[in-house]
């Protein structure tokens, strides 16, 4: 039973690139979240979201940054126009739809670096 | 979402009971207390919930007093692995629904030989 899967697990980009980071939940767990994690930074929740919906976006910045979780296929976090501040690492989490709130699955994450 | 103060770092050598604690003074009646693990280069990994009292698992116990303003995560007898960030984070629990977790800067375990 394989667990949260994230690729790449690092990703360099140069600034004004696009960085496309993918997360694939654990089997039968219909709910995905991602989180942003800085050097010495506990992690920030960015988004959550749902087969085909966003529930809940509070965490995303208002622009450049954009998610989906298609019906088919892994959820995509997506960062156009890469500026050096998005250097982080990207946790995404999954969870069953009876799992309880504060037990969420994490992957390895994607360490992405925008030179 | 209820906040929560944890020490910055702790020290602790092999074989010794490691006793964190995390103060939530403005814990809801239906938030449940969470700890999670976290190494380095990895994502978090789930420890403990619980929501009064005393809970206790394979790894941990996790003590909540009466007013369940604070919680303390014990580990017993450290080993080197145990070496991580642990967080704790409060929140409520919502059948058929998940939310976002809130993660504070969390309590920096260096268990030495």
């Known amino acids: 039973n394989a667990g949260v899967m994230q690729n790449p697990r690092h990703l360099v980009r140069r600034r004004g690139q696009e960085a496309r980071l993918r997360c694939s939940p654990m089997?039968?767990?219909?709910?995905v979240y991602w989180y942003r994690q800085l050097p010495e930074e506990g992690l920030k929740f960015m988004v959550y979201?749902?087969?085909?919906?966003?529930?809940?976006e509070s965490g995303m910045p208002k622009e450049r940054f954009s998610a989906e979780f298609p019906k088919e296929g892994p959820s995509i976090l997506r960062i156009q126009q890469v500026v050096r501040g998005d250097s982080a690492a990207y946790f995404c989490?999954?969870?069953?739809?009876?799992?309880?709130?504060?037990?969420?699955?994490f992957g390895p994450g994607t360490r992405l670096t925008v030179l | 979402l209820a906040k929560t103060t944890q020490p910055i770092s702790m020290d602790s050598y092999e074989g010794q009971e490691v006793n964190i604690t995390c103060s939530h003074n403005?814990?809801?009646?239906?938030?449940?207390i969470t700890w999670y693990q976290q190494f380095p280069s990895q994502g978090p990994r789930f420890i403990i919930q619980?929501?009064?009292t005393k809970v206790t698992n394979e790894v941990a116990s996790l003590f909540i007093p009466a007013d369940r303003k604070s919680s303390t995560l014990s580990l017993p007898r450290v080993s080197l692995s145990d070496t991580a960030v642990y967080y704790c984070?409060?929140?409520?629990?919502?059948?058929?629904?998940?939310?976002?977790?809130?993660f504070g800067s969390g309590t920096q375990l260096t268990v030495l030989p």
């Open positions: 989490a999954s969870s069953g739809p009876m799992s309880s709130y504060n037990e969420q699955f």
């Open positions: 089997k039968g767990h219909s709910h």
């Open positions: 979201l749902q087969k085909e919906n966003i529930i809940d």
């Open positions: 403005n814990i809801a009646t239906n938030d449940y």
């Open positions: 619980g929501y009064k």
């Open positions: 984070l409060v929140g409520a629990i919502s059948s058929g629904s998940a939310r976002q977790l809130t």
